[in-house]
Each structure stands twice: as structure tokens, then as C-alpha cells.
């Protein structure tokens, strides 16, 4: 959002010169307040496009010297010396207004020596939203009045007000963006490593875990195209036996058949699973498939015992891949079923065990899910959810029961 005019006020800025020109623009910040006015308090970051050569700086640079506050307290100086197109430049900031975590203000002072605007008011307003903060930010400014900067100003005066806020408001939305994406991106490998310690701890299961999940995004593609969507599937399928890490090793790891005692224990590890997972930032679609994925379209599942539609979406696909991946993989009690063998069980469990959507998107994804589980593997890509991983086949046919 941005706003250019004329400035109304100008004559009540507390400087002694008219700022007739105002410029601000606004953008929501994906962090919260206090984190965001700590970024654009600093004003040795904030200035810094100043330091850098480029057309904008005529392939010149100034200097920033700050006194001993830098800029953090009302009264603060800041100081700008330089170059540009071989001309000297000058400039005296001092801050007029600092209220943390709203608002601060700052504005020239003495005699500013600028080629394309004189002097100006720059400061900027945070507002909360929610987990996010709506960062405004302004500059009030006149044009200089000695030459050449008279006729450059009237030219480019205007552009260098927006790309001072500009830089401003990108600068902070890129810093904390990228900030975020490595935080997403050092959780994933946690999340992935924590899964991966249940499948080693369990043994005989191998890649379980990874392997479900990525086969489980199979059948959700044919369901949606929505990133967010098939990132919850993925990590509530990576992530559906996590509780089990609260099931002590004489039953989890027992050879034999469990006893009553032993099974309702067992039977804990969904909201187990829940209370761990529900607890990481970002994962409540996901924490629902980890509490879900034990019951059964007929309602015969556990804990809760929902049935249909009640069951979330990812959850009713998740089953018929968990069913799928354990029917075809060895257990110290059994060798594993061929791809036939598992798909005709799964086949007669439609509408029982299985949402029968979710049955007919495997025998549409047939082809694919034999080949991967005949391989053992994980498909390539397939912890990137974006849609050109795999062609969503079955768009047409979107089920809604």
C-alpha cells in the first residue's frame, strides 16, 4: 500500500523549513513487533544502501558515522559524508521521536548538501497483526535549492523518496522471509530426524516413516493442489507413530503377541503422538492425521472412534498407505505380501477399514505405488510439495463426500 501527495502539514513538521512532499508506503511483516522494531532501529542497517555503489548513488558511496547512542535514543545524531558524480554531499540526522516498539522519527538537521532532495522527515509506525506486524513507513521532504541539484530535483526528487522507503520495507520483509525460511528449514530436518530415531528404534520398519509420507503425497495430489496442505499431510504421515516414543521397550519392541494391558497401553501412542506434535509451531493439520490415523472409515478405530468424514482427509489417505507399506514389507513373524496380494486385502476393506475415495485414488495411482514399493524407495522430489512434483492426474475427479 502506498500513498504519494502533496503534504498538508507541512508547515507544523517541527522543522524550520516546509517538507511539502509526503511519500509513505506499508507491508505486513512476517514477525512479530519487538523483533521488527529491533531490525529497523538500526540505523547502520538502514542506511546502508547509502554505503553501496550504485547507479541510484552515481557509482559513489557515502560514509555513516554514528555518535556514541547510534542512533537509539531521542537526540541521536547520524552522519552521512560523501561523494556522488564527483560531487561533495552532506548530511546531519537526528532522531526527533523513539517509542518502542511503535514508532521512532528522525529528520535533518543544519544545512543538508543533497543532489535530488533537500530536507526531510523519515520514520516509520509498526502496528501488531496477529503473529505479524503491518510496518508503515513515511518520509515528509522538500526539494534542495542550490545548483545543479535545483533541476535534478524536480526530476528524480520523488523517485529517490520512494526508493529510500522502499529499501526500507523490502529490507525488513526479506530479512525476517529468509529468517524464516531457515528456521523452517532447521525444524524440518529435526522433524525428519526425529522420525527417522522411532524407525531405528523399532528396528524391523527400516524407512517406514519416510516412505509412507512421501507415498501418502501420491494419493493427496489428486485431492489438491495447495502447498500448505500437502506439507501438513507430509509431516502428520511422517510423523504418525511419533508417540510411540513414550511406549516402553518391552512392549513396543516385544516378539510375542501383546496382552490386553499391553495393547491398551499400545493404543496410547496416537495421543501421545498428538501432544508432541501439536506443540510444534505450524503443524495443527498435521498434529490431527498424528491423532487420526489409527481409526477407521466404519468407525471402529480408536481413540476416538470417528468414522467418514469425521476422520481428517490426510488421515483416511494415510491408512490405506500405512496398510499398503506394512503388507509389503517383511516383519520377523511373516514375509511381506506381493503388490497384488496387499492390493486386493485393501480392495476388500473399502468402505470398512478404508474411505472408499481414498481406495479408488490408489487403484487410479496404481502404476506408480507398485513401482515405488517394489522398489522400497521414496519418490524423487517428494518432500517438495509444489505442485510440478507430480502432475495432479486426478483434478477432474475431486472427491467430496
Known sequence: MTREFHNPHASHIGLSHRLPF???????????AEQLFKLVDDHASLSIHMGESSWRMGWSR???ALDENRGKSIGSHIRLDGKVFGIPLALDEVVTERNPP????????GSP?????????MGFDITPQGNSSLLRVFIDYALPDFAPARWLSRMFGGYYARWCVRRMLDGSINYFSRSTTEMERAGASFVEALAEALDIRERETGLHSKRVACHTLVLARRFTRDTEQLRQIY???????????????SILLKPGVLNEDEWREM?????????????????????????SHE?????RGYPRGLHGEKICQGARLFAVIDTLDAMTSDRSYRKAMTFDEAKEEIVNMSGTQFDPAAVQAFLEEEAALREMVLAKCMEPNSSDFSNETKPLKGAAHEHKH
Not at 548538501?113 to 522527515?121: K, T
Not at 481409526?295 to 468407525?299: I, V
Open 102 to 109: 511503535q514508532c521512532k522519527s528522525w529528520e535533518t538537521t
Open 113 to 121: 548538501r543533497l543532489l535530488v532532495i533537500g530536507h526531510y522527515r
Open 267 to 291: 493404543r496410547t501412542h496416537p495421543e501421545k503422538g498428538y501432544r508432541i506434535v501439536s506443540q510444534i509451531p505450524g503443524m495443527e493439520e498435521a498434529s490431527e492425521i498424528v491423532l
Open 235 to 249: 509431516w502428520g504421515a511422517l510423523l504418525h507413530d511419533i508417540g510411540k516414543i513414550g511406549i516402553p521397550d
Open 22 to 32: 509526503h511519500y509513505e508506503s506499508s507491508a505486513i511483516v512476517p514477525i512479530a
Open 62 to 64: 557515502m560514509e555513516i
Open 295 to 299: 481409526e477407521r472409515f466404519d468407525g
